[in-house]
C-alpha cells in the first residue's frame, strides 16, 4: 500500500518546523527534526532496520495539533553522517548503546523532560533498551514488529527459516553466498558486504536488502521495494543490519524480555501483524506474557510493515489515546 493510500487512517502530510543536525561524538552526525506543535506533547520516532531512516511520512502517525514530534536518523543512515554507504565507513562506534546515548544527549539538547517513545521492528528493540536503561523519562511505549535479537529470531529469518514461507524470493537471497558458505548466512554476507570493492559490497547489500523488503508486507508492495533498493540506502541499510545481527545487538540472549520488569510501570500498546514473516509474532507474544500489563494488539490481515492499514490504524489509535 503507498503512502497516499493511507490518506484515510493518518494525519495529513506535515513539514519540520526545525531541523539540524546533532554532534554526537565518535565523528557522527546526527540528523534530526521536529513537527507538529512545539508546545505538545513531545514523542521520538524510532525508526528501523537499523540502518533504514526516516521518511516524511513517519510524521503522520502523530496528531500536529497535540504532538511536538521529533524524528532522527540513527547513526550512518538517512542523512546523518558519515553514511554507512562509504566503503571507508567506520561501524565500530555504531552500536545499541551508542544509539541509547545519542537518544538521551538529544533529549536534554531539545530540553524535553521526558517523552513518549514510539518504534517499529529495529525500533522497536531500540525503544525497549532506551526504556530499560531510562525508564523515568518515559511517559508511554508505542512498539510495532516486535524484534529483540534473539538467536532463534534471527535464524528464523536471516538462515533459513522464512524460506519455508517465500523459497521463491529465499533464491535470490542465497545466491550471492557459494554453496558452502550457506550454513552461515550471516556471516557469509558480513564477509561481502564489508568488502571495500563496490562489485563485492553492492551485490550482496542489494541481495540483503531485497529479501526483506519483499517479505515486509502481507501482499507484494513493489513500490515499497524500489524504495530501499536504492544502492546508497541498500548498502547502509545491509551494512548496519547485518553489523549489528553479527554482534547480537550487544544484548545479552534474552535480555530485553528478561530485563522487561524495569518498565512494566509504563503505558505500552504492541502492534503486531498476525502474518509478520520478519518479526513473527511469537516475539510479541513472548514479550506480553512477561509484560501483562501491555496492551497486545494483533493485526489478523497484516504482515510486518507500518504502512499497511491495519497496522497504521492500530498505531494511530495508540498515539491518539496517549495524546
Given amino acids: 500500500m503507498t503512502v497516499s493510500e493511507l490518506d484515510d487512517i493518518l494525519y495529513p502530510p506535515i513539514e519540520p518546523y526545525e531541523s ?3 554532534l554526537v561524538g565518535d565523528g557522527q552526525r546526527i540528523y534530526w ?3 507538529g506543535n512545539p508546545e505538545g506533547k513531545p514523542v521520538v520516532f524510532l525508526h528501523g532496520g537499523p540502518g533504514g531512516g526516516t521518511s516524511p511520512w513517519h510524521r503522520r502517525f502523530f496528531d500536529p495539533e497535540r504532538y511536538r514530534i521529533v524524528l532522527l536518523d540513527q547513526r550512518g543512515c538517512g542523512k546523518s553522517t558519515p553514511h554507512a554507504s562509504d566503503p571507508a565507513a567506520d561501524l565500530r562506534f555504531n552500536t545499541t548503546w551508542h544509539l541509547v546515548a545519542d537518544l538521551e544527549l538529544l533529549r536534554r539538547n531539545l530540553g524535553i523532560e521526558r517523552w513518549q517513545v514510539f518504534g ?3 525500533g522497536s528493540t531500540l525503544a525497549l533498551s532506551y526504556a530499560q536503561a531510562h525508564p523515568e523519562v518515559v511517559t508511554e511505549l508505542v512498539l510495532r514488529g516486535i524484534f529483540t535479537l534473539r538467536r532463534h529470531e534471527l535464524e528464523w529469518f536471516y538462515e533459513g527459516g522464512a524460506s519455508a514461507i517465500f523459497p521463491d524470493l529465499w533464491e535470490g537471497y542465497v545466491a550471492e553466498i557459494p554453496v558452502l558458505e550457506r550454513s552461515r548466512m550471516i556471516e557469509a554476507y558480513h564477509r561481502r558486504l ?3 570493492d563496490p562489485a563485492v559490497h553492492r551485490p550482496a547489500a542489494l541481495a540483503w536488502t531485497r529479501w526483506e523488503a519483499s517479505t515486509l508486507t502481507l501482499r507484494p508492495d513493489p513500490e515499497l521495494v524500489a524504495s530501499m533498493t536504492d544502492p546508497d540506502a541498500a548498502t547502509a541499510f545491509a551494512r548496519i543490519e547485518n553489523h549489528y545481527f553479527v554482534n547480537h545487538g550487544w544484548l545479552r540472549e534474552g535480555q530485553l524480555i528478561e530485563e522487561v520488569d524495569r518498565i512494566r510501570h509504563i503505558p505500552a500498546v504492541i502492534v503486531q501483524g498476525r502474518y509478520d514473516v520478519c518479526t513473527p509474532i511469537m516475539t510479541a507474544w513472548d514479550l506480553h506474557r512477561a509484560w501483562p500489563e501491555s496492551e497486545l494488539v494483533v493485526v489478523d490481515d497484516a504482515s510486518h510493515s507500518a504502512s499497511e492499514p491495519g497496522i497504521a490504524a492500530a498505531l ?7 495524546a
Fill in 120 to 122: 517499529g521492528s529495529w
Fill in 20 to 22: 539540524g543536525e546533532l
Fill in 194 to 196: 564489508f568488502d571495500a
Fill in 33 to 35: 527534526e521536529q513537527s
Fill in 316 to 322: 494511530r489509535a495508540a498515539t491518539d489515546r496517549f
